[in-house]
């Protein structure tokens, strides 16, 4: 069966031993994903879901019952007050700065505690580009608190709050771009705890990009006030063609509900555009593209480990995030996997990516997606930037079997550029 696509013996075999390896690390990843499973089905249920709550709804959006359904059931899958859940959020960014720009008000501050910010949270901020827009220059206030040894340091945080007011304690779930390990909902738990004994009133955030549904608990059930993400992501199941989301406090929400509309109007405005059906349908999904997703990352981290190449995390290390980083040595390696990942997509196969330069980044990036929906980083997907150690930084499948075909023809370039 593998054949079609020229795969090496050598491939072929090591994947054969790779699955009989992996089916403990899998059983794990299916039981999580039965969990969530239950848990969304039940919130069907609770909200009495009905085929009309899938009907367009247009103009301003009024009275649209099955939006309002859809964030109850947010609501009640993160074990949440309320929800913001929207086409018109049209990113994680943009969800970012809604709830950033909807809570924090002039003099105030926040603090992130996970070190740098994702890069494009750093330009909201202000403490990178020189945007007239970004919280700094509008007289929000920023400092943040390294990590140490991929943990939080708690000791410096406790300190901090207990010198002076702060607003918003910020947390960003996911490693991103950067070399650090992502943060656990145990640790992300831990330091809620000891926030909560300095300051009961702090707003805690998370930035849960890439992490729904990985763990068996959400940061809402460890103390966070708010999370956001992006409905690209986990949430969307690969079915939401564009959105964002938005859980917490139901105070919380109306404040960055009328940041996203206007004070007079709160999430009482704003037309479906048609997406409830795949907004649903995306979430009832979510788990089980999430388990696909966690299997074929653990198969590239074990096939690719034993190729001898670094990775992270181990195939059998706990995951907090759909995130895979791969060092590969050599540029041509990096390049040769990018492509062969690019080779072995459902769209646009016969692109061949290379190197160039990209807005936000210093050195020249490879980037290899081919995806249903545009920028979709629940489908298979990874890049990186051409700089040692040459790290791909690699997410996503949408069902198991064709993520592990990606791989195998990943790897398989690799192998046939260095023969050649």
Not at 85 to 110: C, W
Not at 222 to 239: C, F, P, Q, W
Not at 352 to 357: M, R
Request: proline share 3%.
């Amino acid at each position: 069966m593998y054949f079609d696509f020229d795969i090496d013996d050598k491939i072929i075999k090591l994947s054969e031993y790779a699955e009989k390896e992996l089916q403990p690390v899998f059983k794990e990843f299916e039981n999580n994903a039965m969990k969530w499973s239950s848990k969304i089905l039940r919130a069907f249920q609770n909200n009495n879901l009905s085929t009309a709550d899938f009907n367009e709804v247009t103009g301003y959006g009024y009275y649209d019952g099955g939006r309002d359904k859809l964030e109850k059931v947010y609501a009640e899958v993160f074990s949440a007050e309320d929800a913001l859940v929207r086409p018109q959020i049209m990113s994680g960014t943009h969800a970012i700065n809604l709830v950033l720009t909807g809570l924090l008000k002039y003099g105030e501050t926040m603090i992130s505690i996970s070190g740098d910010p994702y890069d494009s949270l750093q330009t909201i901020i202000g403490t990178d580009g020189d945007s007239k827009n970004s919280l700094i220059a509008n007289g929000i206030k920023y400092e943040q608190i390294e990590l140490i040894d991929d943990d939080f340091d708690i000791k410096k945080i406790v300190e901090r709050l207990k010198q002076s007011p702060v607003k918003l304690v910020e947390i960003q779930r996911s490693r991103g771009y950067s070399a650090r390990k992502s943060l656990t909902i145990d640790k992300i738990e831990k330091v809620c705890k000891a926030i909560r004994e300095v300051d009961k009133n702090v707003i805690i955030m998370v930035d849960n990009c890439y992490g729904e549904f990985v763990e068996d608990r959400e940061p809402i059930e460890v103390g966070a006030d708010i999370i956001v993400s992006s409905l690209m992501k986990n949430i969307g199941g690969g079915e939401a063609k564009t959105g964002g989301y938005i859980v917490g406090r139901k105070d919380l929400i109306l404040d960055v509900a009328e940041r996203f509309s206007a004070p007079c109007l709160g999430k009482d405005v704003g037309a479906n555009l048609n997406q409830n059906l795949s907004f649903f349908k995306g979430l009832f999904n979510a788990p089980s593209v999430v388990c696909s997703s966690l299997k074929t990352m653990a198969f590239a981290s074990f096939m690719l480990s034993r190729l001898g190449f670094d990775v992270d995390p181990a195939f059998d290390e706990k995951r907090t995030d759909i995130i895979q980083t791969i060092s590969l040595f050599k540029s041509e390696n990096l390049i040769s996997f990018c492509q062969g990942i690019q080779k072995g997509s459902p769209i646009e196969s016969y692109v061949v990516p290379v190197p160039s330069a990209t807005p936000g980044y210093t050195k020249e990036e490879i980037m290899a997606g081919g995806s249903f929906i545009s920028g979709s980083t629940i489908e298979l997907s990874c890049d990186g930037p051409l700089d040692e150690p040459y790290t791909a930084f690699m997410q996503g499948g949408l069902t198991y079997e064709y993520g592990k075909l990606g791989i195998m023809i990943g790897i398989n370039e690799i192998l046939k550029n260095k023969q050649a």
